[in-house]
């Protein structure tokens, strides 16, 4: 196994948690195509989920617990379909918490389309069910996080102090899937700069400031963000309004950075923002088997940039810190009057 990943060496190899898990649960997409959202035959590799092939994957990393964060979730036509669509999709993830004790966690996705639909899941998915987080896009409709057109939703993340895990997808302007340079796919490039230009938002609008309690986490190590952080505290006063230099450093300090993409080595990253903000990630399915453990797991095992109590901590120990019922086994709870009982985290 590349880098030790399924060996209990007590390095904490054998015990990682990846919080960069994509999930599209495959009863959801059952009822998706008989409800016209998605034609099965047209699905991206990355949303075609298989229980077997990613408990596979987790055992030959070396991951003890996932992070599921659900997929395809923007594509419903009104607030009662997004409603029951998210029924299911919480009924699928019950089934699999209660089938692997302790082996998944998920994130309550948001839907900024249907903005009562997502207090409504926020409320059986947060309150009820016991996700870990809430996952967001770094852009809709071309608006960027931080806009105040979020600030209902970050509102209702923050009153639970809740974890809000944000991911790109192709910049605003084009055709979604159109390369923005002909040849490279968007992933490559456009994807980091979607996740930079929702921090330096975040940023400059004051939204961690306004949200105390709201803790992000930025996936591929922030995008460009630490490589542009001195250039963001020298030409602050150039954005509108301007960005103190102080609000920059206390910023860096606050986000977390997951490790997919794979990791490029973690110098500059540790540098600027310290290794406890390190989160081990690593954007299954979307990458695969292959590239997880010949590329992401050894690059964080062998990244002179960490100590080894350091790699202990991204690979589980920072992710515990923000996130403390992670790896607890799911236990039942009392649904709300005519449900079913739900699953929690204890």
Known sequence: MPGGAGEGDGSGRAEKIDVHHHFTAPQWVEWAERAGVVRKADLPWWARWDEDAT??????????????????????????????????????????????????????????????????????????????????????????????????????????????????????????????????????????????????????????????????????????????????????DHCTPPVEPGRVRDALHRFYYDTAGPLAPACSLVETVGADRILFGTDWPAASAEIITDYTVPAVASDHAFTEHQRRGVYRGNARRLMPTLGAPAVPVTGSAGTKPSMARQ
Request: charged share 20%; hydrophobic share 40%.
């Open 55 to 236: 408990l596979a994957l987790m055992d030959r990393a070396g991951i003890a617990t996932a992070v599921l964060n659900p997929s395809m979730q923007d594509r419903y036509r009104s607030a009662a379909q997004a409603r029951e669509g998210l029924s299911v999709l919480f009924d699928a993830l019950t089934g699999l918490t209660q089938r692997h004790p302790g082996r998944f966690a998920f994130l309550c996705p948001s839907l900024p389309d249907h903005p009562d639909v997502t207090t409504w899941a926020l409320q059986r998915a947060h309150d009820d069910l016991g996700a870990v987080g809430v996952s967001v896009k770094a852009c809709h409709d071309g608006v960027y996080l931080g806009d105040p057109s979020y600030d209902r939703f970050l509102a209702e993340v923050d009153e639970r102090s809740g974890v809000l895990f944000t991911h790109p997808l192709d910049l605003p302007g084009k055709p979604p899937g159109v390369p923005t340079v002909p040849g490279v796919p968007n992933f490559m490039c456009d994807f980091l700069l979607d996740t930079t230009r929702a921090a330096v938002n975040l940023i400059r609008t004051g939204t961690l400031d306004r949200f105390p309690r709201l803790s992000v986490v930025l996936p591929h190590a922030g995008g460009f963000l630490p490589q542009i952080a001195t250039r963001l505290e020298a030409f602050g």
